[in-house]
């Protein structure tokens, strides 16, 4: 699974060429999806409206919602200082979960936002996921 925090949403939303790729090639495979953390998304749009219009339109596209279990652990990660409600949504989402047993990887800008542990890759790092 691969997820996309607020500065990868931001990337993908400013037509990021590797993102774009991305998201289109996964558009191809029916079990390959980008998740965005609901949470993300709101960030993403507070700061530039219109985001929403930019990535959602992808089918690869999901937002990955804040449900009861959700609301609480992103809570008490905040409380617990791992970040703001974004980048712990993020990471919630980055944890493993019984209907996905691979390993996440967290596309962000800010690699040192998460903690050891997390796989991130940086949107920006050359041959990203393999696209250059």
Request: aromatic share 6%; glycine share 8%; with cysteine.
């Amino acid at each position: 699974m691969i997820i996309l925090d607020t500065s990868a949403v931001h990337a993908l939303a400013t037509g990021h060429k590797a993102l774009n790729l991305l998201a289109g090639n996964m558009a191809h495979s029916p079990n390959d999806q980008l998740r965005i953390p609901a949470l993300c998304l709101m960030q993403a749009e507070a700061d530039d409206a219109q985001t929403h219009r930019r990535v959602l339109p992808f089918s690869s596209v999901f937002v990955d919602p804040l449900d009861t279990m959700a609301a609480a652990t992103v809570g008490t990660m905040i409380r617990d200082g791992y970040g703001g409600p974004d980048t712990c949504h993020a990471l919630y989402c980055a944890l493993p979960r019984a209907e996905f047993t691979g390993m996440s990887i967290l596309l962000t800008e800010f690699k040192d936002r998460y903690p050891p542990g997390v796989v991130t890759v940086d949107v920006n790092s050359p041959g990203m996921l393999g696209f250059q």
